[in-house]
C-alpha cells in the first residue's frame, strides 16, 4: 500500500508534531463541502475559514474545503484559506469531478481549478455503479475508467497527492461487484493514495460495509477510505465497520451534518478511534477540545448544537433518573462509559419532577449548598415539591440553572428576596405608514424604597423592555451595565389537555467570563421574557457578590 | 427456547391478524418508561395513553408502560390503559426490580404491584454486573441471584410471562463473564421467557455486541434480548449486531428518546428489520403510517419532531445538491436508499441558495408550475436570483413552501398581486399593578379599494394582531374563518459578520385538510409574525380558489 508521507511542493503545512497514526489512519472532514448540504446550512467565506480553524485545532488530518471553480465562494475560500489560514495540523484538500466525457483531464477548465486552487491534496469523485455511468454521465464503461485513470494520472504529474471518492460504490458493488472494483484498481493503478468506498445514499448496514470492505481490499489491493451517509442511522458505525474491515480512512463531518439525514459524525467516529480502538488519531490534548469545538462549528452554521449528541451534546452525561441519582452518590463510575472530561464535557444533574431527594441534593453540592443530611430532609422536600409544581405550568430547570439556583435561595432562605419589586409594564410595538417599525416600553419599578419610572426603546418590545429596565435600575446597580444577553429562545408549549398555550422563554446572559440560563413561562411572550429578565439580573447581581434587599 | 404464544388471563387484546414474526422477533417499545427518562420530556397520564395509542397502531409487540407502584402517576396510566383502550396488537408490560435483598416475591409490596397492574407481561430488571450488586445493591453475589429466582417463579406462578432485564450486562460481562452469564441462567431457569442483555451506560460497539450475544446464547441457551443506549451513536447498529448475534427481542424507544443520548431508536430499527432484513415484525401496511406516528409521538412529548431523523425527519429524503438535483430529474431510484413512500415520508427538492436551476424546476413542477423549456430560462434565472437575496436576509424557503409558492406566484405574473395591502398596525402590552396582562392590536388595512381600521384582543401582542386581522377582513373574506394557526416558531439569526441580529418567525396553518408554512424576517418579532401572517392568510385565500385583485 502507498502512504505518502512526504508532501508535495504546494503543501506549506508544516507538521511540528504529527501523530503517529495521522498517515496511518487518515482522518478526512468533510464539513465545508458535503456537510454543507445539510438542509438549513449556508455557508459565507468567512464561515468556511471559521471552520477551517477550528477543524486545523482539533486536529483532523484532511480538511476539504470545497469545489474551486464550481462556485465563486469555494474558489474565494481557496484563495483566503492559503493566505490567512497557517494550518498547524491538517492539509487542505480540493474536491473536484473526473475529466469530461470525450476530453483530456490537461484541458478541461474544472481539473485545471483544481490545481489552480493551490491544494495540496486533490479528492476526485468517480462513477463507480454502472447504472448512473449510462443514466446519469451518460457515456460507456470504458470511457468512465479512462476518466478516471486520466484525470488521476494529470492531478499526480502535476504534483498533488489524489484520493478518489468512488460514488454510490455499494450501491455499484451489489448491481454489479466486478466493474465497481474495476474502477477502484483503475484509481489506484493510475496513483490515486487512497480510494474512498462511498455509501451515497446511505443505505448500507454495518456487516455489510465490513464484508464489502474486506473483499475489495483483497481483490485490490488498494489503500481503502470509507464514506457514509447516515440514512439508515448507522453512519458512525458503517465507518467502523469499514475501519474493521481494512478501511485506513474515513470522511466525516463535524455534528455529522449533510444531506438528507446527513453524514458520519466526526466526534463519535473519532472519540471511538482514540477511547475504544486506543488508536491516536489526534494531537495530544486535543480531544478534551471536542465538546467546545464541536459547539463552535454549530454557532458558525447557526445551528443549535444538538444537544443529544453522543459525547458532546450537553444531555451526554446528564441524569435523571432517581433510580440512579441515588446510586451514582455512590461511584460515578458505574453510571457512564467515559469520563466526560476526556471529551471536554461533564456530568451533569437534572432536577425534575422525576428526579426527587437525591437529584436535588446532588445539585445543590454542585451549587455549592450541602442540602445532605437530616436536618434539611424538610427543605428538600420543600424545593422537590416546588419544582414539580413550577414544571407543571411550563417552567423547566433543567435548562435554567440560575433560576433554579435562585429558586433553591428562595427556599433556603425561607423567603423571595430581589434587588428591585415591579409594578407593571408596557410596551408598544408600531409599524407606520412608511413600513418603519417602532418600539417601546415603559416600565414601573421599585428599588430600595424609591419608586422609578423608566422607558426604553429598542429593535424589538423584549429589547425595549430590557432598555427601559436598565435604565431604571443603572444608578443603584451599575453593574449591570456588564451583563450581556447572548441568546434568547422562544417556545409555544401547547396544552395537550386542551387548555391554552403557554410560552416558555430561556435568556443566556453573560457578564463576559461566565454565562448563565434563566426562565419565564406566561400565556405572553412579552410577559415571559419579563420574567427571564429579571431572573438574569438577579442572578448577575448576586453573581457579582451583592445582596438583595427587598 | 420458550417463545410462548399462548396468553395469560390477564391479557384481554385480541390478535385478529399477528404478522408471523410478532412472536418469533419481539419489538418491544419502551418509550413509556425508559424514553421518559429524557431531558425535557415531562409525560402526564393522558399523554401515556396518547402515545400507547400510536405505538399500539404502529403495531410493536410490546408496550412497557412504567413502573407501576413506584409513581402514582404509573399506578393511574396501568389503570386506565387497561380500561380506556382497546389493543389491537401489542400487549402491555409493566417495569419493575427484583425482591428487595433478604424478603420474599411475594411479601413485596413493589411486586405485588407489578402485579396489581393486571399487565400480562412484566419485565423485571436485575443487577449482572458484580460491582453493581456490591455498591448499588449492597448485598451478596449469592442473594442477588436468589432475588432474581424467586421473584420470576413467583411472577410466572401468578401467571405472568416474564422478561428480565439485565441491567449493566456488557459493563459486567466485561468485569466478570462467569457471574453475568450465571444470572441469564438463574432468569431462564426460573422461567423468565427472554432475558435482556443491556447496554446501560452505552459505551458498547456493534463488533462487540454481537460477539457477546453469540457467546452468551451459545453458553446458557437462554433467549435474549438487547437494549441499547446511544452513548457512541451506535444504538440502531448494536440493536441489529445483537440480532445479527441470535438475539429475538429488541428494545427500542420511539425517536430514540431517552436518557442522555438516548435509546435505540424505534423507526430505524424496525425499517431495518422490515426492509433490510425483510423479516415482517408489523402488520400488514403499518410501515407506511410511521413518519406520520413518529411526528405524532413528537408532538404529544412536546418536542419538535427531529428533521434529520433517518427515515421519518423531514429531510429524510430532501435533496439540495445542484448537482444531485439535475441527474435526479434522470431516474430518482438512484439517488435514495428506499422509496420513501414505503416509510409514509417523501421525497423534496429544496429551494436553496445552492440548488440552482434544476432545483427550481423540479421545485416548480412540484407545486404545478411547469418551468421547463428554453421560455422560462429568463424566469427561472429571476427566481434563482429573488431566492439568493432573500435567503442573504435571512428567510428560509427550505421550510416556508407556501412563501416560495407566492415568490413564484408573483415572478411568473411579473408583479405582486395581494388581497389586502398593509398601511400600519400597532400592538400594546401592558402588565398591569396586579399582575394581569392586556394585549392590544390595532390594523389599518386597504381592501378591495376601501380602508379598513380594525382592532383585537388576543393572549399575545402576535394573538391580537391576528385577530385584528381577521375582524378586519372576515367580512371581505369570510373564507378565512377556516384557516387556523398550528404551529409558531421564532428563531433568532445571529449576523456573524457583526450586523445586528434579525429575527425569523415561521408559522404552520391549517385549513383542516392541509397545513402550509410561511416566512417572516425583521428586526422585530412582532414585524416578523406580521410577514408571516400576510403570507399565511394570502396563500390560504389562493388556495380557497380566490384571485388576489390588488
Known sequence: MTTEASDTAADTAPD????????????????????????????????KLAIARFLDEFGVGFIEGGWPGANPRDTEFFERARREIDFRHAKLVAFGATRKAGATAAGDPQVRALLDSGAPVVCVVAKSHDAHVAQALRTTLEENLAMVRDTVAHLREQGRRVFVDCEHFFDGYTANPEYAKEVVRTAYTAGAEVVVLCDTNGGMLPAQVQAVVRTVLADT?????????????????????????????????????GERVGNANLFPVVAALELKYGRRVLPEGALKEMTRISHAIAEVVNLTPATHQPYVGISAFAHKAGLHASAIKVNPDLYQHIDPE?????????????AGRASVELKGK????????????????????RVKERELQGYTYEAADASFELL???????????????????????????????????????????????????????NALDRALRSGLERHFPQLARLQLVDYKVRILEGTQGTSSTTRVLVTTSDGTEEWSTVGVAGNVIAASWQALDDAYTYGLVRAGLEPSE
Not at 468533510?30 to 445539510?38: F, I, N, P, S, V
Not at 476526556?342 to 422525576?354: I, T
Not at 454542585?366 to 415539591?385: F, T
Open 221 to 257: 489491493g488498494a489503500r481503502l477510505g470509507i464514506h457514509a451517509q447516515d440514512d439508515t442511522g448507522c453512519a458512525v458505525a458503517n465507518t467502523l465497520a469499514a475501519v474493521d474491515g481494512g478501511a485506513t480512512h474515513v470522511q466525516c463531518t463535524a455534528n455529522g451534518y
Open 342 to 354: 476526556l471529551v471536554g464535557n461533564s456530568m451533569r444533574m437534572l432536577v425534575s419532577d422525576m
Open 366 to 385: 454542585e451549587l455549592g449548598y450541602d442540602l445532605s443530611g437530616s436536618g434539611n430532609r424538610e427543605l428538600v422536600g420543600r424545593i422537590v415539591e
Open 16 to 47: 511540528a508534531a504529527p501523530p503517529p497514526e495521522r498517515e496511518a489512519l487518515h482522518v478526512f472532514d468533510t464539513t465545508l463541502r458535503d456537510g454543507a448540504q445539510r438542509e438549513g446550512i449556508n455557508l459565507t467565506v468567512a464561515d
Open 408 to 462: 433553591l435561595r428562595d427556599e433556603v432562605q425561607g423567603r423571595s428576596r430581589r434587588f428591585f419589586r415591579l409594578e407593571g409594564w408596557r410596551t408598544i410595538t408600531d409599524q407606520r405608514t412608511d413600513g418603519t417599525v417602532a418600539n417601546e416600553a415603559i416600565v414601573r419599578l421599585r428599588v430600595k424604597g424609591e419608586r422609578i419610572v423608566a422607558a426604553g426603546e429598542g429593535n424589538g418590545p423584549v
